[in-house]
């Protein structure tokens, strides 16, 4: 495998803040490869994998998948694009996730955590609303309230952690994804320079 020498951007908040929204938006403006664990994750479970079941059922109880998998997959997945600078999109999700990264990605630069922070009300409003036709096994509202508890017990604490070593970006994410976007490029610019 050989080291690499690779930098990632976290990128954090609920479920339903715009981290996906705005990661499409970072990679049109600049040179960065959009990983979401979540869509790995998925795209395991649809592969046939023997974690799939797993998977499918840790999703629809917005539960986290053991680190172990959701590293294997992104570690091919920045091997395999070939690139260096990377958005990690909803990861690291709790401690095993942040121990998990800490013990195997020694090689990969942590730049800093984009923190997306948007309003419960608003974030399950979303979801509701993308449900209708995103096809999202956890877009219901049993599984939103879910998520918004593992949100709130177990990711953020990581984000708490990255704070206190002045490694985030806090970033308001209720306004419209255009105005999101204008505070993001001003967390990214200096990265990219
Ligand atoms: N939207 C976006 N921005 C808007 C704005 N500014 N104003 C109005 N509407 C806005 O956006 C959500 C919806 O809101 C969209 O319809 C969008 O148009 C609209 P999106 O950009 O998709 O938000 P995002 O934060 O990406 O929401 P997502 O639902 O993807 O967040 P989750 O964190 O819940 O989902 P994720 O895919 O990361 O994880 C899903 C599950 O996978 C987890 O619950 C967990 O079970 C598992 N998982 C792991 O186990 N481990 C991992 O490491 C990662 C995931
Ligand atoms: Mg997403």
Redesign the pocket.
């Known amino acids: 495998a050989g080291a690499l020498r690779h930098k990632v951007l976290f990128v954090l908040?609920g479920?339903?803040?715009?981290?996906?929204?705005q990661c499409a938006k970072i990679v049109a403006e600049y040179g960065f490869v959009h990983l979401?664990?979540?869509?790995l994750?998925r795209a395991e479970r649809a592969s046939g994998s023997e974690n799939g079941d797993m998977i499918d059922r840790?999703?629809r109880e917005?539960?986290?998948?053991p680190v172990k998998v959701?590293l294997d997959l992104l570690r091919k997945a920045m091997v395999d694009s070939g690139r260096d600078l990377f958005l990690i999109?909803?990861?690291p999700?709790n401690y095993d996730?942040l121990q998990g990264w800490n013990d195997e990605m020694t090689d990969v630069d942590v730049a800093g955590v984009l923190f997306?922070d948007c309003p419960e009300d608003e974030m399950e409003k979303?979801?509701l609303?993308?449900g209708k036709t995103s096809g999202r096994t956890?877009d219901n509202i049993d599984a939103i309230r879910k998520?918004f508890t593992?949100y709130h017990e177990s990711t953020m604490p990581i984000i708490e952690h990255f704070a206190e070593q002045n490694k985030v970006f806090h970033i308001l994410?209720i306004?419209?994804?255009d105005e999101?976007f204008e505070e993001t490029k001003k967390a990214i610019e200096p990265i990219v320079q």
Do not use: H, Q
């Open positions: 908040g479920p339903g803040a715009g981290k996906g929204t979401s664990a979540g869509d994750l840790m999703i917005g539960a986290i998948v959701t999109d909803g990861f999700r996730n997306y979303r979801l609303e993308r956890d998520r593992t994410a306004s419209t994804p999101v």
